[in-house]
Nanobody
Framework: QVQLVESGGGLARPGGSLRLSCAVSGSIFSINAMGWYRQAPGKQRELVAHITRGGSTNYSDSVKGRFTISRDNAKNTVYLQMSSLKPEDTAVYYC??????????????WGQGTQVTVSS
């Protein structure tokens, strides 16, 4: 059983900051790529940021320069530091991880989502 537990969402003012965390637990051999996605009401889920096991990152154009993704492989945790927040960043944010299990099969897992609301 693998679980992804997200935390750190909430309400922020425009220009403010929030930090999201996603901790992975369960039967894990290793974790490959991890990422954060978001889904705003009436819109499709979109990739926000992605990080490989080795630390290479990429970002959507809409968050580049404002958001930073990082990971702690020892803690099986991925983070998303969000700064200079805008109302259009309002969405449910989902953590994603490509996890290799004990049988060396790789599967993609999702967190339950955490609400981020940016409003004055």
């Amino acid at each position: 059983q693998v679980q992804l537990v997200e935390s750190g969402g909430g309400l922020a003012r425009p220009g403010g900051s929030l930090r999201l965390s996603c901790a992975v637990s369960g039967s894990i051999f290793s974790i490959n790529a991890m990422g954060w996605y978001r889904q705003a009401p009436g819109k499709q889920r979109e990739l926000v940021a992605h990080i490989t096991r080795g630390g290479s990152t990429n970002y959507s154009d809409s968050v580049k320069g404002r958001f930073t993704i990082s990971r702690d492989n020892a803690k099986n945790t991925v983070y998303l530091q969000m700064s200079s927040l805008k109302p259009e960043d309002t969405a449910v944010y989902y953590c994603n991880a490509n996890i290799v299990g004990a049988l060396l099969n790789e599967y993609a897992y999702w967190g339950q989502g955490t609400q981020v609301t940016v409003s004055s």
